[in-house]
């Protein structure tokens, strides 16, 4: 199993170009969410899904949009990039709340997208 | 509405000392909660995680943590420190959303001296 995988790793941008984040996984899970890393600031939540065609709408959703066309796959998309969306993106999985045990609620992250926005 | 608050955002210690990094968190029902691990140019690795089971939790690599409800805290330890501890450590909440939401706490970053 790859687990969750993020293409692309590094990617440098203008201001004002537009660019899409693949998130992929291999474990069948229900749930996928979106984070932005900042120094200092934690994790964020920008936009999460829980099943195949839902998304909806976390901490920090603005000047982002998001699809599920597939289950395994949560794609996280920049409009038009500006500077103060230079971060690091993570993507996770988990397993649906209907599922029984204590692993439900945890969950498991991608290696990380490195985008810079001049 | 849940948060996590970690106190100090950098942690140093001599290798071989007690490491003890805090967390504190707010939640308006029984909390999940995790404590993840970050080592540079990483993602977020599972250290451990409370789910109601046992109050101490131990995780990888001889980390664990105590839940004490009256002190709202999940403080993470490990006896002995070791150069490869080097890393920043998140601490996260999870209620009841349908969502499985996780709020995480701003990061402690922790250093080694050898």
């Known amino acids: 199993n790859a687990g969750v995988t993020q293409t692309p790793k590094f990617r440098v941008l203008k201001t004002g170009q537009s660019m899409t984040l693949l998130c992929a996984q291999d474990?069948?899970?229900?749930?996928m969410y979106w984070y932005r890393q900042d120094p200092g600031m934690g994790l964020r939540l920008i936009h999460y899904?829980?099943?195949?065609?839902?998304?909806a709408k976390g901490e920090v959703p603005d000047g982002y949009n998001v699809s599920r066309l597939k289950k395994q796959n949560f794609l996280l998309g920049l409009e038009s990039a500006a500077p103060s969306q230079t971060s690091v993106y993570f993507c996770?999985?988990?397993?649906?709340?209907?599922?029984?045990?204590?692993?439900?609620?945890?969950?498991?992250f991608g290696p990380g997208t490195r985008l810079t926005v001049l | 509405a849940q948060s996590v608050t970690q106190l100090g955002s950098h942690v140093s210690v001599s290798e071989g000392a007690l490491v003890l990094l805090r967390c504190n968190y707010s939640s308006s029902v029984p909390p999940y909660l995790f404590w993840y691990v970050q080592y540079p140019n990483q993602g977020l690795q599972l250290l451990l995680k409370?789910?109601?089971?046992?109050?101490l939790v131990k995780g990888i690599n001889g980390f664990e943590a105590e839940f004490k409800k009256s002190e709202t805290s999940f403080h993470l330890t490990k006896p002995s420190a070791h150069m490869s501890d080097a890393a920043e450590y998140f601490c996260?909440?999870?209620?009841?959303?349908?969502?499985?939401?996780?709020?995480f706490g701003g990061g402690t970053r922790l250093m080694v001296k050898p």
């Open positions: 474990m069948n899970h229900e749930y």
């Open positions: 899904s829980v099943g195949e065609g839902t998304t």
């Open positions: 409370y789910t109601s089971a046992a109050t």
């Open positions: 996770a999985s988990s397993y649906s709340i209907r599922t029984s045990g204590p692993s439900r609620h945890t969950q498991y």
């Open positions: 996260a909440v999870s209620g009841d959303n349908a969502g499985n939401m996780l709020t």
